[in-house]
């Protein structure tokens, strides 16, 4: 099963022939108004509907959303499979931001998809929150949330599946943004699905959102905030409960990024850890999220604002050496897919906070 390759899973249906060189983008991103952003090249005519509860989306026929799919392993754990594309960002002489997307290395094109400096051909994204143990963590549904544990010990409750296992990173995190991004169009996630977010007294078992049959969407209500959300079949991409996200720590300041999985350590910033740049110092609702390296797709919440609805909508927290993501249950409009906590310490715990079992191919 995980062998599987970027051309096998174009044969199995989907995404194939010249559907790989389309490029799909959103231009003006990091504008102050979130609606401001516009769709570019093959994404021009393209729509997504929000309704009550689903959201249908026309980008379910584009590569690479059409080829993303649900895969169970031995252990029976879930993921979502997400094949591997190519991106670009250019930066506007606005201070806003182009992003693309494609099946095909493109000229000025990199990727996401990688374990060290090697690319792989897909990421594997627990579907649901991690439950279990330290001894071994799963992506069930129907299960109660695993909280309370450092990064470090979460990650060992993955790894603990065999070779490949992980906890969710930041690649993959940088992975998810751009797919929403340019399908959604809007920097605003909380405008489009609220989640379990809105003054909720406790976590909620996973699967919640099994019955939504949409690959993006909530059951009940998009919008009251007492209901999981999922995006592209990933349960819970915010809210109900803090995750961690691994490969990423903090000096000050100083941003590091290691993008070999066997190397991640929760705070480290020497070894295969390479310093980007510099974050925004201080707490406060995200104002621009740029690359730290000119020409890298590697960003991080590098201003902020006072202002909660404009820019990405979503708040950052400075001060610590290691990062949660999203916000929990009674988080409010203070949740979302940009709410970076960057405020915690490799030996924090937090009976809000828990992870996601991932897999990536070795190589």
């Not at 952003?37 to 026929?61: H, Q």
């Not at 902020?304 to 990405?312: A, I, L, Q, R």
């Amino acid at each position: 099963m995980y062998g599987i390759t970027n051309a096998q899973q174009l044969a199995n249906g989907g995404g194939g022939g010249g559907e790989l060189d389309k490029i799909y983008g959103v231009d003006l991103v990091g504008s102050a108004s979130p609606s401001a952003l516009t769709r570019t090249d093959d994404a021009v005519g393209l729509n997504v509907t929000v309704g009550t509860s689903e959201i249908t989306s026309d980008f379910d026929n584009c590569y690479p959303w059409s080829n993303i799919e649900e895969v169970t392993d031995g252990a029976g754990n879930v993921f979502v499979k997400i094949p591997k594309f190519y991106s670009k960002i250019t930066k506007n002489t606005d201070g806003t931001y182009k992003h693309q997307l494609s099946g095909t290395k493109h000229e000025g094109f990199d990727t996401l998809f990688k374990v060290g400096a090697k690319e792989i051909d897909y990421v594997m994204v627990g579907k649901y929150e991690g439950s279990g143990s330290s001894s071994k963590v799963y992506s069930k549904s129907g299960q109660t949330p695993f909280m309370s544990i450092t990064m470090d010990n979460f990650r060992n409750g993955c790894k603990a599946h065999g070779a490949g296992y992980q906890q969710y990173d930041f690649l993959i995190d940088l992975i998810l943004k751009e797919l929403w991004l340019v399908e959604m169009a809007t920097t605003n996630s909380q405008s489009i699905m609220y989640g379990y977010a809105n003054s909720n007294s406790a976590a909620i078992n996973t699967g919640a959102t099994d019955t939504v049959a949409t690959p993006t969407g909530s059951p009940i209500s998009n919008t009251d905030g007492k209901h999981a959300c999922k995006y592209r079949g990933i349960e819970n991409p915010w809210g109900n409960i803090n995750k961690w996200c691994d490969g990423i720590s903090f000096d000050g300041d100083k941003v590091y990024v290691c993008t070999e999985p066997t190397a991640y350590s929760a705070g480290k910033t020497s070894g295969l850890y390479e310093y980007y740049g510099n974050r925004a110092s201080s707490n406060g609702n995200i104002k621009t999220v740029a690359p730290l390296v000119e020409g890298s797709l590697i960003q991080y919440a590098t201003a902020t604002d006072t202002d909660k609805n404009t820019y990405y909508c979503d708040k950052t927290w400075a001060g610590g050496t290691v990062l949660w993501y999203g916000g929990f249950w009674f988080y409010g409009a203070d949740s979302g897919l940009w709410a970076w906590s960057g405020n915690a310490s490799a030996s924090d715990t937090s009976s809000t906070t828990g992870g996601r079992l991932c897999y990536k191919p070795t190589v």
